[in-house]
């Protein structure tokens, strides 16, 4: 018997749903756990080279606006990067005019993991952070996660411009025994549990990675740590239940 049951759904809206189930547990302190993944095309290829221009000119403006390092959050692309200042702004406070879809869309994809898991009835209001990545040639993201909390929910990917690059996601439990290989279409929305260890294979060719990526918090998040300096650039995306 294995340790862990793959899951394999597809939606008819052609939103696929992945993820690992445990087995039922046979003594009290073994593990149970359903971890899902939801992935779904949410921008067109032109859409995506509209992203890709206006990300790289906001890059040069918000290292020059905020030029200090609040760190790399464990990715390894060190302090030159624009995602390092992932504290400092947030991209669905700017007036870009695919923000909208880009919250809607988040807001929708969390509605069906919730409907797929059986917690439809759930009622929460919801919160984001957003920011971008830039992955230059031989430049990769080391193995990292976006916390792990009691107020733990989803983090959120989505791929802008890549060429043949991966994003592994990593069994918490198992880790690198057990992951998904994810390759990085371009205009794929990809939420995954926030405390799920993820990383991003190195960028071979001239082009430049682009990714926007950020977390989604309920507001008993927002309640219990009210002084936490990036608490200002996150906003609502809507109410669920």
């Given at each position: 018997?294995?340790?862990?049951?793959?899951?394999?759904?597809?939606?008819?809206?052609?939103?696929?749903?992945?993820?690992?189930?445990?087995?039922?547990?046979?003594?009290?302190?073994?593990?149970?756990?359903?971890?899902?993944?939801?992935?779904?095309?949410?921008?067109?290829?032109?859409?995506?080279?509209?992203?890709?221009?206006?990300?790289?000119?906001?890059?040069?403006?918000l290292l020059d606006k905020f030029r200090t390092s609040t760190g790399d959050g464990n990715t390894g692309l060190g302090?030159?990067?624009?995602?390092?200042?992932?504290?400092?702004?947030?991209?669905?406070?700017?007036?870009?005019?695919?923000?909208?879809?880009?919250?809607?869309?988040?807001?929708?994809?969390?509605?069906?993991?919730?409907?797929?898991?059986?917690?439809?009835?759930?009622?929460?209001?919801?919160?984001?952070?957003?920011?971008?990545?830039?992955?230059?040639?031989?430049?990769?993201?080391?193995?990292?996660?976006?916390?792990?909390?009691?107020?733990?929910?989803?983090?959120?990917?989505?791929?802008?411009?890549?060429?043949?690059?991966?994003?592994?996601?990593?069994?918490?439990?198992?880790?690198?025994?057990?992951?998904?290989?994810?390759?990085?279409?371009?205009?794929?929305?990809?939420?995954?549990?926030?405390?799920?260890?993820?990383?991003?294979?190195?960028?071979?060719?001239?082009?430049?990675?682009?990714?926007?990526?950020?977390?989604?918090?309920?507001?008993?998040?927002?309640?219990?740590?009210?002084?936490?300096?990036?608490?200002?650039?996150?906003?609502?995306?809507?109410?669920?239940?």
């Open positions: 018997m294995t340790d862990a049951i793959n899951i394999h759904e597809q939606l008819a809206d052609g939103t696929s749903l992945y993820g690992w189930k445990s087995n039922p547990p046979l003594t009290p302190f073994a593990p149970s756990y359903t971890y899902y993944f939801l992935e779904k095309k949410i921008f067109s290829e032109e859409e995506c080279k509209e992203w890709t221009d206006y990300l790289l000119k906001q890059e040069p403006i302090s030159s990067s624009i995602t390092t200042r992932f504290h400092d702004f947030n991209l669905l406070q700017f007036d870009f005019h695919l923000v909208e879809h880009l919250k809607t869309k988040i807001l929708d994809g969390v509605c069906q993991l919730l409907d797929f898991s059986g917690n439809k009835s759930w009622q929460e209001t919801l919160y984001a952070n957003c920011w971008f990545n830039v992955l230059r040639q031989s430049q990769s993201m080391d193995i990292h996660c976006h916390g792990y909390n009691k107020n733990s929910f989803y983090g959120f990917h989505l791929t802008i411009r890549a060429k043949e690059t991966f994003t592994s996601y990593f069994h918490p439990c198992k880790f690198q025994e057990e992951a998904f290989h994810v390759p990085n279409n371009i205009g794929i929305l990809t939420l995954f549990p926030s405390f799920v260890p993820h990383g991003v294979t190195p960028n071979n060719h001239e082009i430049p990675r682009i990714s926007i990526a950020g977390d989604i918090y309920p507001s008993t998040w927002l309640d219990e740590n009210p002084i936490v300096y990036f608490n200002d650039n996150v906003v609502e995306i809507g109410k669920i239940g």
